[in-house]
């Protein structure tokens, strides 16, 4: 059996790695245009369709935007969490997974996540995330703007732990979870457990003690996977589908 990744590659996608190599070589930022198209196929030595078919792909990854008309063109982006999420959905769903798989890829992740955090946050960081608790503290009676504080403390852990790649996968992680209609609900009782878990977190993180900030962070998701496992076990075990994501 041929290996996918020995597969030759098409000629549009070569050329779509050319254009983003092109973009970082020539220092190329967000709202920096490409060249004309005419430029563009004398530069790369394609037909018109690969051009196009090439440009496509890269307007769905995120990388440009694609403005028709007079003035318009191919114009560079910056790819955000949502093109993940939309991939990993995708890939999800064709593997049978369930929505379980995510909270237990949180299980694994956070509390390492924590840990850098208390190493590598920023000033600024920090801030953010003292903001996002003091939302927590003042909405523990308002169901959807105490999630929304509480998706954004963990989202400011996630790149205070300095690895982008964390940062991206918990926005991912998190818009293919909360995206869904899973029916999970929180009492006021549960959101205070989650407020005074997500309290031990931040101080750990204050303090700069990454054992603590682990170790509280592990307790924090063990506890929320446990409710979850009690209270909503059909959401839990329903499959992941791209549909539910929108």
């Not at 790819?79 to 990993?88: D, I, K, Q, R, T």
């Not at 996977?225 to 076990?233: D, Q, Y």
Request: charged share 25%.
């Amino acid at each position: 059996m041929v290996d996918k990744f020995d597969r030759p590659q098409k000629t549009a996608m070569i050329v779509a790695r050319r254009i983003i190599a092109d973009i970082s070589d020539r220092g190329l930022v967000p709202g920096d245009r490409l060249p004309p198209e005419k430029v563009m196929l004398e530069e790369y030595n394609v037909g018109r369709g690969t051009l196009r078919e090439s440009l496509r792909f890269l307007e769905l990854s995120g990388a440009i935007s694609l403005k028709p008309g007079p003035g318009g063109g191919p114009t560079v982006e910056k790819p955000e969490a949502s093109h993940l999420m939309n991939s990993l959905g995708l890939l999800l769903q064709f593997e049978g997974a369930q929505f379980a798989t995510i909270v237990e890829a949180r299980i694994g992740l956070e509390p390492l996540m924590a840990r850098l955090a208390a190493e590598r946050i920023t000033a600024d960081q920090l801030v953010q995330l003292e903001v996002s608790l003091n939302d927590m503290r003042g909405s523990v009676d308002d169901l959807a703007r105490f999630l929304a504080a509480n998706r954004q403390f963990h989202n400011v852990i996630a790149w205070a732990s300095g690895n982008a790649l964390f940062g991206y996968l918990i926005d991912a992680l998190d818009g293919v979870f909360a995206g869904a209609s899973l029916g999970v609900d929180y009492s006021e009782l549960a959101r205070a457990k989650v407020l005074e878990a997500d309290i031990a977190v931040f101080e750990g993180i204050a303090a700069g003690d990454p054992t603590a900030a682990e170790l509280a962070m592990r307790n924090h998701v063990s506890e929320w996977t446990a409710f979850l496992v009690k209270k909503f076990p059909a959401a839990l075990a329903r499959p992941i589908t791209w549909e539910s994501m929108l």
